[in-house]
């Protein structure tokens, strides 16, 4: 009963940053500062943003694994793809993007295709999370 409301909880968190920070955050801060404050603000704030994904679904990977291992490995899968995107998609996107602003007309195709795979695997980490949210809320059969 504890580790299922712990995994409810943390799903839930999981998901709720997720959201909010795709929904409210990243776009209210790239309308309301300009290009270069809101780069820079959001360049700090991914780290911290990754870094409550990896504790909320790894949590959540703990908490489900004596009941449902499968999701767990979704979690835990997750939390690992989250340190992936953290310690190496970021910095890399981080290059680029200094590079295309120092005029390295190279830099910025490639700093798009890196963007667009970072948003495509974050909607798939968030699709994965309400898909066992929505199991851990369901009542048994």
């Not at 920070?21 to 911290?48: C, K, M, N, S, W």
């Not at 835990?76 to 989250?82: G, I, K, P, S």
């Amino acid at each position: 009963m504890i580790l299922s409301a712990l995994a409810l909880l943390s799903l839930a968190l999981l998901l709720g940053g997720m959201v909010f920070f795709a929904a409210v955050v990243a776009p209210l801060v790239f309308t309301r500062l300009p290009a270069d404050q809101a780069g820079r603000f959001i360049r700090h704030l991914f780290p911290v943003y990754y870094l409550w994904l990896i504790a909320t679904a790894g949590l959540a990977a703990l908490a489900l694994a004596p009941a449902r291992p499968a999701d767990a490995l979704a979690m835990a899968l997750v939390a690992a793809l989250t340190l992936w995107l953290r310690q190496g998609l970021m910095p890399r996107i981080n290059r680029l993007s200094d590079a295309a602003q120092a005029g390295d007309a190279a830099a910025r195709p490639r700093f798009d295709r890196a963007h667009r795979l970072s948003v495509l695997l974050n909607l798939v980490q968030m699709l994965v999370a309400a898909a066992v949210l929505l199991r851990q809320a369901s009542p048994p059969p």
